[in-house]
């Protein structure tokens, strides 16, 4: 069992796909496969307003980079990611950390 | 690179030394100053790349010609807005203020943050803009920040939004003349700063009180009880704040807008305030050097820049010096009037994948010219088709350099570009400027090195060298608010701004000098449903074009393979109840036509737009395809601006409609139709 999960504060997920691309230089993955995909859906409405969210996912790739949390570093998804809305997080703190975020956030256990 | 002239188009390089490629450059310009004068030679430049800081100084100062340009019709992008800052302000670029002067940023005891942002025809998210960090808009929402959005499209910050205005394109002087009726009209608005520090307030209360919200929904398709809220909540919750963008700049009528939103501002006493809007002197810091360098000219040769007279704002040198009128330099060379340009050297621009509208006709007519020389990381269609020389450019990471947030026209840092690795045999922008201008303008560049050349430009200013700031990485200037009580605003110390009032002006005492209302006004676009019903039977949709992918900067990195992947083929965005008239489903291509051309993208099927709008991406080519001319990389395949007029200008010389046509859309096999 992993030591470590991956939160998502996902109303500020903006879509950029960096994180995508910090795994796969990370990880060195090639073009035709992936460690982290960007998940869409929307723009739609729903009872009256817009919905439009972004969602990272990652892949069997991804090893919550277990190297660099090792050396005290932030996983690379989580360093490049420009809305700051990644967070590797002990598993034992995982709800207590998503109650602080509020609402619209999700975690993995890749 | 070099090949010869009549191998143009042709992939027909021939690798030399750095000592040729110049050896060459230097022939072939002296030859063209002693017998044809400096003013036959000229320089381009495209837009937010570190050669922007120098462009100006190429021709200048090394070239020794009066004339550079863009080749964006009526100079639309950055130069509008700046406009608006000048003459209302008599200051540089009014940004919002994200605290980015500050070390500590956010949690800096003078900041605040902004209760409401307005951001208008701009995505900062995907575009961060002139040196701007979009992103920075999230740590605001972090922090409390609530939006309110004035785009053509649901972007995704519109999502995130207390109000959107989905207007039509190319209506938002309407917009902001509505806004400004609405908290004038119900006294909103911030009595002391108005009558202290404005002038003019009177009459543009008249003027406001012309678009009354329903008006102003007739005109722009905002609902009137979304128009009233939005004004509302900004004029009532201080201190809010603006980001304006291109959009703006791209409709002949965006003066005139960007000066309604910022009398808005203004008047709700949000300029220079903490978490308001930030203001500079104009062209402050290391920026002012590249227009500094038209003062080197001989002055027979000063009168010599390509302008029009009646393009006052434009003609009168503020904003963007100098800077010859992109429109008429295509003009000049089709009629070789009133001389006959020759030489051209291009500066970190592919204006026929991007900023060119109308780019076959470019291609026409700067083929004429004698000798092009190009410098660019990449080999592009303009390289391919033009010129005769190509300089391959370093990266970022691979030279010294300096970053200047906005040019210089409201710089919150400077910063160090270190060298970071060293392959291959290439140069920087500010190398390569040295090398020739030593050769052809020796007297004016002194410097051996980029290190020296930023150290003299430095200590102009500070007593520290480049060395310092290379290990520093930044520097960040000091910010005070409220300048205009202090008399930190004007160059003389007086109280109150650079303008003939010594106050922002909501009234110009300027634009009438140049045949332009003192006020700002709403124009119908060229084509639209009230200026064009007749061309709206045939073409019945507007085309609004340029919204930024994440993955490129505007004709940039096609031929990065990890972008590629993310955002394979260019989209034209369609409403799904619109797709569904014309027969098209997600990921048909299509083809997007009006009476000027037609180009190709595939559709992407979605909300984002409303039914009576499209919207194209920009800056497509295909490094993967045919390079050689006609194909160029396709480079006439997916650009929009086959679609755009030339010279359909805004009154003082600004703006151009690239992001409001009109056009019809039907499904096609496949890219070549
Ligand atoms: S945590 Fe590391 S391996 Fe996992 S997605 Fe992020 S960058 Fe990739
Ligand atoms: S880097 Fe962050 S904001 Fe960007 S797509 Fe990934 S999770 Fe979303």
Redesign the pocket.
Known sequence: MSEYGMI?D?K?????????V?CRKEKDIPLDEWG?K?FEVGPDELKGKWYWN?I?LPSDYCDLCHDRIKAGKKAS?EF????N??EIVRIEELSAKMIEYGNSVTCFIP | MIRDRKDRGKNAWKQVTWEEALDLIEEKVNYIKENYGAEACFTIQGTGREVILYAPAYASAVLGTPIFTTALSGDSCYGPRCAVGDYQFGAGYPELDYAAFFPDRYDNPQYEVPKYILIWGKNPIYSSGDGFFGHAIIDLMKRGSKLIVVDPRVIWLATRADYHLQLRPSTDAAVALGLLNVVISEDLYDHDFVENWCFGFKDLAKRAAEYPPERVEEISWVPKETLIAAARAFATNAPSSVAWGLALDMQANGIQAGYAIMSLAAICGYIDVPGGITLTMPASFMGKWRYDTFGFLPDELKGKYIDDPSYGAHNAGSPQGHQSHPDLIVEMLETEKPWKLRMLWILGANFLSAQGAMPRRFYEAYSKLDFVVTQDVFMNPTAMALADVMLPLTMVGEHEGIALPHFGRNTHLLGAINKAVDEGDCKSDVEIMILAGKRLNPDLWPWDTPAEFFTSQIQTKYDWTFEDLQNDVIYQQEYVYKKYEKGLMRPDGKLGFNTPTGKVELKSTIYPGWGEDALPYFEEPLYGPNSSPMVMEEFPLILTTGGRNITFFHSEHRQIPSMREINPWPKVTIHPKTAAKYGIQNGDWVCIENPMGSFIQKAKVAKEVDPRVVHAEHGWWFPEQDAEVPNLFGAFKSNPNLCVPQKKIGKLGYGAPYKGIVCKIYKVDGLDG
């Not at chain 1, 490049?80 to 809305?83: F, I, T, V």
Request: proline share 4%; glycine share 4%; hydrophobic share 35%.
């Open positions: 998502i996902y500020y997920c903006t879509g950029c796909h960096t994180c995508e910090a982290i960007l972004f990272p998804c490049h990611c420009l809305a809305c990644i």
